[in-house]
């Protein structure tokens, strides 16, 4: 059976303009939600992605990462990836407990690798592929660094 399509004439939250939305439920939910949803005109959701963008790859070109390559929407996409992938990696920096002063720097050091290698990918594409990346992928990486750096110093 085929959905019916409802549309109904709303307003932008931002600019207070009229815009047209498709809706495929019931009528009545619709409604409910033609009135109670925050509706947004793509010239305003777009803004809104730019500023977003534009704040994440000024914070990220603070800690050392480039701006990155693709479309404006795969790259503000990549952007919001890469901000939740690296507050995954600080979360697993901090939660680490440690031996000693040796181990601590090792870690560190190993830390400091695999950042550079992701400051190395400067697609957009890269960052969407690897967006299912974990804190568990993560700690595996850099246990693999740090058994690399135990191994350069035997």
């Avoid at 307003?11 to 509706?39: A, I, M, P």
């Amino acid at each position: 059976m085929a959905k019916e399509i409802y549309n109904y004439s709303v307003r932008c939250r931002t600019c207070r303009c009229k815009f047209e939305v498709q809706l495929f439920d019931t009528h009545e939910k619709n409604l409910f939600l033609v009135d109670k949803k925050h509706w947004f005109c793509e010239k305003c959701k777009n803004e809104y992605f730019e500023k977003q963008t534009k704040q994440l790859t000024d914070e990220h070109k603070n800690v050392g990462f480039q701006e990155l390559a693709g479309t404006q929407k795969t790259v503000s996409w990549a952007v919001k990836i890469r901000s939740e992938m690296l507050n995954k990696v600080n979360y697993l920096r901090d939660s680490l407990a440690f031996a000693d002063d040796e181990a601590r720097e090792k870690s560190e050091k190993a830390f400091t690798l695999f950042l550079e290698e992701w400051q190395a990918k400067t697609e957009a594409k890269w960052w969407i592929d690897h967006r299912n990346m974990n804190v568990r992928d993560i700690s595996k990486r850099v246990e693999e660094l740090t058994q690399n750096i135990q191994e350069g110093e035997s």
